[in-house]
């Protein structure tokens, strides 16, 4: 079946840092969405990404849809604190957009140092 | 902002009894999920619901799982018979239409069979 792995698995970065991480997969996405999950909660959606090429911007985070439809990348710039977190993409693949099927990959886990 | 809430934020259950796990969607919202997400694991689809219907269903949705949307604002999932492997945390998710639209997440249920 569909697989997303991301990279990279954990982040350990100073406060004010630019952080990138990405998502990628041997088969195509229509859809890519970048969500966040703090301890104890569930995921909160951070952007969606619908167009190959697509690139979108929530504040100091950027996402991009890869032209191959098979990639996706997060940036988030000037880190603080509150960044912290577990940071996941999912994607719907062809013909799960209609059932709602979301993939999801295995999250990169941030750490900020103030 | 409307959310998706889900009750009880944490259950403990003897291996072998039924439980269910409650969720209320966001009120405009007509498609809903159920995710797991094992400890330290990514979140995983179990199955997707619209118009009183099952619209998709994982290879871990077997037939000890079942959903039942029993008045105009409640989704609920019923595991008949519980397992020692069925702990995990339980996403309530929903959405506004198919056709890739973003998923809204509840806060889980953390499930523990002892």
């Known amino acids: 079946g569909q697989q997303l792995n991301q990279s990279p698995q954990s982040m350990f970065i100073q406060e004010g840092e630019d952080v990138s991480m990405n998502c990628t997969s041997s088969s195509i996405f229509n859809t890519w969405l970048w969500y966040k999950q703090d301890p104890g909660e569930g995921p909160v959606l951070l952007i969606a990404l619908y167009k190959a090429g697509e690139l979108t911007s929530n504040g100091r985070l950027t996402a991009q849809f890869g032209i191959t439809r098979k990639d996706s990348f997060l940036n988030i710039s000037a880190s603080i604190p509150s960044d912290v977190g577990i940071y996941f993409c999912?994607?719907?693949?062809?013909?799960?957009?209609?059932?709602?099927?979301?993939?999801f990959g295995q999250g990169t886990t941030l750490q900020v140092k103030p | 902002e409307p959310e998706v809430t889900q009750t009880p934020s944490h259950q403990v259950t003897q291996m072998g009894q039924e439980v269910i796990l409650r969720c209320v969607p966001i009120?405009?919202?007509?498609?809903f999920y159920w995710y797991r997400q094992i400890l330290g694991q990514k979140v995983e689809f179990l199955v997707s619901?619209?118009?009183?219907?099952?619209?998709?269903k994982s290879e871990i949705f077997d037939d000890q799982f079942s959903v039942e949307r029993p008045d105009g604002s409640n989704f609920t999932l019923k595991i008949r018979s519980t397992k020692l492997e069925d702990s995990a945390m339980y996403f309530c998710a929903s959405s506004r239409g198919n056709g890739n639209q973003p998923q809204h997440f509840g806060d889980g249920t953390r499930l523990s069979i002892l």
């Open positions: 009120s405009n919202h007509l498609y």
């Open positions: 619901f619209y118009n009183n219907e099952i619209s998709e």
């Open positions: 999912a994607g719907f693949a062809p013909g799960s957009g209609n059932t709602g099927k979301l993939i």
